[in-house]
């Protein structure tokens, strides 16, 4: 009996690991976006305990103007994403909470960050999703909008 149950245990172990991954596993990759004036790059890889890592930069001509780190981090409550932006907030984490995972959105909150406060992927297709962020800027609500081509699995 004993033998049965640590089996039990152990199946639902990896069968929750198992969807915990399929949650986020689709953002796994390197995304772009170039236009005429900048390159946009995303960079999410999957971490030894099922998280994921991410890299995000943005260069105008040959210059890196924009640099930030992001992890995706399971918690008991859905997903945590944690950014931390270059040259910003003493180098702290920014917690973004998950309000609705789904097979093709991730969408994450705080409500007490000033810019953005609602960060939100929405898979296209295999190879193009579209990021948004939300907040206020200048006393006014603001939107950015980022469309993404894969260009590495």
């Not at 004993?2 to 689709?26: D, H, M, P, R």
């Not at 236009?35 to 210059?63: H, Q």
């Not at 918690?75 to 789904?102: E, L, P």
């Amino acid at each position: 009996m004993k033998y049965f149950i640590s089996l039990l245990v152990v199946a639902f172990l990896f069968l929750g690991c198992n969807k915990t991954t399929q949650e986020t596993q689709w953002l796994l990759g390197s995304w772009c976006n170039i236009t005429p004036k900048m390159r946009y790059y995303e960079n999410w890889t999957l971490t030894e305990n099922s998280d994921l890592a991410g890299e995000c930069f943005v260069i105008l001509k040959s210059d890196t103007v924009f640099f930030e780190r992001m992890q995706l981090k399971k918690t008991k409550n859905g997903w945590d994403y944690n950014v931390t932006v270059r040259n910003q907030n003493q180098a702290k984490a920014i917690i973004f909470s998950s309000t609705c995972i789904t097979a093709d959105s991730l969408v994450f909150e705080n409500k007490k960050h000033d810019y953005p406060n609602r960060i939100v992927y929405k898979k296209i297709s295999n190879d193009q999703l579209v990021a948004r962020i939300f907040g206020i800027q200048n006393g006014k609500p603001t939107t950015e909008v980022f469309p993404m081509k894969k260009v590495y699995p």
